[in-house]
């Protein structure tokens, strides 16, 4: 073979290299765009251009507190998630002088186990933290379950974290966390008001009935006159 054979040879070999690594970007499944906040937070927004369209969004923002906490031996950190579609319509926003998605602003509170180093070099971790330990209905149902008194599995705001398993990256939930963060003064007061609203709740549906019954019973009465 000679000197020119050989050249085309590793010239095709490094097209097809190129090709591939193309292939291999384009299925990346999200842009993840990081940030950091006026207050010096991780602001972490990531797009993932796959997202089911029944979610009725396709981005998730994540803000991560500077400092963790000790919970039972375990390092958590108190986060706020939001969830909104990058085509939201936008609105300035005066804290940070940007335009921005109403609904990316409307943050929900929660305790997470998170590798901040893994989240901003590692593609796959960065993926199943913000696309499967944030995902909205399973972040809303853990909010939920903290809000009742007796729940099968106690967790307060704590959602889990992700870690490395035999199979790859994979969530967990620490039973022994979320309890103590379930049985804390934060959220025994958030359930004695979420109690308090249901029951303000309940008494003014009765009143709504009771004037609505009043209403019609004063025009039967005048009907039959």
Known sequence: MGFFDRFKKNDKKN?????NNSQTVKKLPANVKYSKIFNGNLQVDFYDKDADFGKFYDTTRLIVG????????HQVYNCAVSWYGH????????KTGQLDSLRAQEYRGVLAEIDLELLQ????????????????????????NGLQETPEKPCGKYIGGIRQTEKG??????TI???????SQLMV??????????EKQKQKAIADKKAQIERLQSELDCMEK
């Open 87 to 94: 085509n939201d319509c936008q609105i300035f926003d005066e």
């Open 15 to 19: 097209i097809e290299n190129m090709v």
């Open 121 to 144: 070099t590692d593609h796959n971790y960065c993926n199943m933290v913000m696309n499967r330990l944030l995902d909205k209905k399973r972040v809303e149902r853990y909010l939920e």
């Open 66 to 73: 500077r400092q963790p906490l000790n919970i039972e031996g």
């Open 189 to 198: 007061n958030r359930r004695r008001e979420h109690r308090e609203m249901i």
């Open 169 to 174: 990256y994979g969530k967990f939930f620490s």
């Open 177 to 183: 966390v979320g309890k103590a963060s379930h049985n």
